[in-house]
């Protein structure tokens, strides 16, 4: 059976005394997790890793991205070993804020995800239509080329590691949310997308939403049968709005 993920994007938020502050508060959400089969994490942002590592027990540590090449001359770039180094091996990949301003492509989510899954990581791969794509009725276009090619040249063994995140840009920090059922549609049509490409390795998938979840609306997400875990940015932001979130989700 799949097990629930609630995983925090803190975006371009918190210092590292800030980040601290929190992770020295996760004791008692990580013992309630651990005792209701749940994984929780936090994305913060490179500057705080370490701090937010050293400072949590049993919560995944996740960066917010990482450059598919080693080292080399890539001014402001970190790579998959420095983030092995500090401990950490989990990362997000395509956030709809990197491929709006960052030029994040399905091919350089790619060669990203390939080289984390090569490097014994999880890649957490977000994927999701614009307002414009999601009124011209072309999400599930959108949606499978951003699985289909970012999600490409791994293995059966391999793709069971990978987590998905279906983050509809329009509900991404807008108060709009997508409705339990259009989560769990296109959740559901990725899974299948999933299957076509890598069989049954496919149910093994976690696959998250993402967009304006909130204490208030993450059990109703977490009650459909293929949406496995949020990616909460916002609401994760405070100790307390999180608790609460976790709570909900359990429900
Ligand atoms: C995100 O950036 O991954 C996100 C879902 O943000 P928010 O929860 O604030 O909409």
Known sequence: MRKKLLLGNWKMNKT???AKDFALQTAELVKFAEEHNVLVGVAPTYLCLDAVKNNVSGMIVAAQNCHFEDNGAFTGEVSIPMLKDLGINWCLIGNSERRTYDNETNEKCNKKIVKLVHND???VYCCGETL????AGETKNVVE???????ANLCEKCISKVVVAYEPVWSIGT???ASKE??????KFIRDILRDMYGN???EVLILYGGSVKPDNIQAYLSQENVDGALVGGASLKIDSYEAMLHNLVK
């Open 145 to 151: 080329s951003q699985i289909r090619e970012g999600l």
């Open 201 to 203: 390795a496919a149910d």
């Open 121 to 123: 990581m999880v890649p």
């Open 175 to 177: 108060g709009k949310n």
């Open 16 to 18: 590292v005394s800030e």
């Open 132 to 135: 414009a794509q999601f009124e």
């Open 182 to 187: 259009i989560a769990e549609d296109i959740c």
